[in-house]
């Protein structure tokens, strides 16, 4: 008797977050009147998807490329901080802003609090996220000589405690890490100051961020075989891939339905999921591959 063809399965809860998609939506109107326009950096971490836009008249440049010829500037989902705006004005570049209306917020909390310390004359701004990515640019940006990034637990030994301090988190941060943090935050104001009211906590981590560890253990729970589809670049990608490997060993990622290799033996489902900055489109072409392979193995 052959053996069954294993189901596959598309974690519909995966793929690009809601300001992803608008970006994309944004850029493709945009680019439907007009090309080329001028991306700031990668619209997303993803190689497959960056290729399809340049072919709709996308291109792609770095900050110091900006250029008075530059007649329309895209800024992506992730923000910048008040100083692109001001060198793209001097160049006399339209912009089509797409940062990401959670960001946005974000970003205007950041600023408040900043403010509001130089106006005291005491206080700082920590912001926990991964240094250099373009969200944590744009957020300390907002601020006015007052504001940290931390990105470990142990940096928070060298915080000065003895004022007010506003904690804030990248959109895309661990959320375990950051409770981590702020907890032990919160323990030092109090152990060295006496204090328990002076550190205030701003859960930030975008809800769609948040929601998606919990239910792709779930899904890779549910399966036998995981292939994660997601950028190299992606440090959300390497972070949920690393969620499904910690409960399904048989995870495997891949960027294009090319890496994918034949390690399905036994497997009667196989899971197909992604980071957020992966598009459906490219995950179903891997579960076409997948499907190819395993009906090639009967
Ligand atoms: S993860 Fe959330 S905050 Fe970040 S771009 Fe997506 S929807 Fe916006």
Not at 257 to 276: E, K, L, Q
Request: with cysteine.
């Amino acid at each position: 008797m052959n053996p069954a063809i294993p189901v596959i399965e598309i974690d519909r809860s995966s793929g690009f977050c809601s300001g992803v998609n608008r970006a994309i939506k944004i850029a493709e109107d945009k680019l439907q009147q007009e090309e080329p326009i001028y991306c700031l950096g990668n619209l997303v971490h993803n190689e497959e998807e960056l290729e399809r836009l340049s072919n709709l008249g996308m291109e792609f440049i770095r900050h110091e490329e900006i250029n008075g010829d530059m007649k329309t500037v895209f800024i992506r989902a992730h923000g910048e901080p008040p100083e692109t705006y001001s060198i793209l004005r001097n160049h006399h570049a339209s912009v089509v802003d797409a940062t990401c209306p959670v960001v946005l917020r974000l970003q205007q909390k950041v600023r408040k609090s900043s403010r509001q310390f130089r106006e005291n004359g005491s206080g700082l701004v920590i912001i926990f996220g991964k240094p250099g990515h373009p969200e944590i640019t744009g957020l300390l940006g907002q601020t006015e000589g007052n504001a940290i990034l931390i990105s470990k637990l142990e940096e928070t030994g060298s915080i000065d405690y003895n004022q007010p301090l506003h904690l804030y988190a990248q959109t895309t941060a661990g959320e375990e890490q950051y409770v981590t943090i702020c907890r032990r935050i919160s323990d030092n104001s109090l152990q060295q100051t006496g204090r328990n009211d002076l550190v205030t906590v701003n859960n930030t981590i975008c809800r769609q961020m948040s929601q998606r560890a919990p239910r792709l253990r779930e899904f890779a729970k549910n399966h036998d075989v995981i292939i994660f589809v997601t950028g190299s670049e992606s440090s959300n990608g390497r972070y949920l891939s690393g969620v499904a490997r910690e409960v399904n060993p048989r995870t495997h990622v891949v960027g294009s339905p090319y890496d994918v290799d034949n390690w399905f033996a036994g497997a009667r489902s196989i899971g197909i999921t992604g980071a957020t900055s992966t598009p459906l489109w490219l995950m179903e072409e891997v579960a076409g591959r997948i499907k190819a392979i395993v009906e090639n193995n009967l």
